[in-house]
């Protein structure tokens, strides 16, 4: 049996990252959604907080058993990152809060523009007409789906602004990090989740008495509330991991786009274990759209000049380069 080739590797690596990253997080917003509708720990932010405990015990157990090495990141860097990943969650949060679902939707699908405007600005990306198009799909099958009622208001709307931008901004951060410092997921994670931890457990209570009036230390645990609680602390780690491993495979457009696939499953996994309603054929349109979208862009992107980062150095013409290997041969 021959061995697979580099590029067949590539793609069971690329598949693998992806199945990880959807089953893991498809699986928290499971746990999550049955932990606060179900045994109301609504404190979302405390929640995220106790996340990045648990991946900080993570990468602190690969390092002891030698499977992540030693690694630098500026503290400059290191600041920038956990700025825009903590307004990123609290922005997600009180985006949610102070607008309607719809236009809270609506939000989410502003991070692919937004992350698209960022890679041709800062990496000089070009994209495809049919690269675009597969996106322009993508959002229009989400938006059918998942979009019913859209108001607005003022503080809504910048908390929608600093949600998308500061989001987008770390999904490119944790891609461009990578590549600046030769950071594997491991070291990255390393380096950012102890920071978030103890950040996000500083303002969490606080964030979360805001957004629900209800204080984090006097919660009644339950022996189930509790062991929801501890299930999504363990999957968050999977999901953190997952995250930072596709974008390093990948970029944070890619992982945008191809992430509504999770959108599709909760939706799915809701009407099946959580009743019908709702189910209609608007939805079954907007997920069939989605899905086909995301086959376009991966079949798009993956094409020469889908999608490809251009130099911003002057190319030499042909004729220069050849007067001046005649002059190096004089």
């Not at 602390?233 to 509504?260: D, E, M, T, W």
Request: aromatic share 12%; glycine share 8%.
């Amino acid at each position: 049996m021959n061995s697979l080739s580099k590029s067949d590797k590539k793609k069971v690596l690329d598949f693998a990252a992806w199945s990880f990253n959807i089953t893991t997080s498809v699986g928290i917003i499971m746990v999550n959604k049955a932990l606060m509708a179900t045994y109301g720990f609504s404190f979302a932010t405390t929640l995220t907080g106790l996340h990045f405990v648990t991946t900080t015990m993570m990468t602190i157990v690969f390092r002891w058993l030698g499977l992540s090495q030693p690694s630098h990141l500026p503290l400059q860097d290191l600041i920038k990152f956990v700025i825009f990943s903590n307004l990123s969650i609290v922005g997600m949060n009180v985006s949610l809060m102070w607008n309607s679902v719809g236009f809270y939707q609506i939000a989410k699908l502003c991070m692919i523009p937004a992350s698209c405007l960022l890679e041709v600005v800062f990496d000089h990306v070009h994209y495809s007409r049919d690269t675009k198009l597969s996106i322009t799909v993508v959002l229009i099958g989400v938006a059918v789906c998942t979009v019913t009622d859209v108001s607005v208001n003022a503080k809504g709307l910048a908390a929608a602004v600093i949600a998308v931008w500061s989001t987008a901004l770390q999904q490119y951060y944790v891609h461009f990090l990578q590549r600046k410092y030769s950071l594997n997921s491991f070291n990255l994670l390393g380096h950012t989740a102890p920071a978030q931890a103890g950040s996000l457990l500083l303002v969490g209570p606080f964030v979360d008495f805001l957004l629900t009036g209800k204080r984090v230390d006097h919660f009644g645990f339950t022996s189930l509330a509790t062991f929801f609680l501890t299930l999504s602390c363990f999957i968050a780690i999977g999901v953190n991991l997952s995250q930072f491993i596709c974008i390093g495979r990948f970029s944070a457009v890619s992982f945008q786009v191809l992430g509504h696939m999770k959108t599709v499953l909760v939706l799915s996994l809701g009407f099946l274990f959580f009743g019908k309603e709702g189910l209609n054929f608007q939805v079954v349109l907007g997920m069939i759209l989605a899905v086909v979208g995301m086959i376009w862009y991966g079949n798009a992107s993956a094409k020469p000049g889908g999608k490809e980062r251009r130099s911003v150095l002057p190319v030499r013409s042909e004729k220069l380069a050849l007067d001046e290997k005649d002059d190096s041969q004089k």
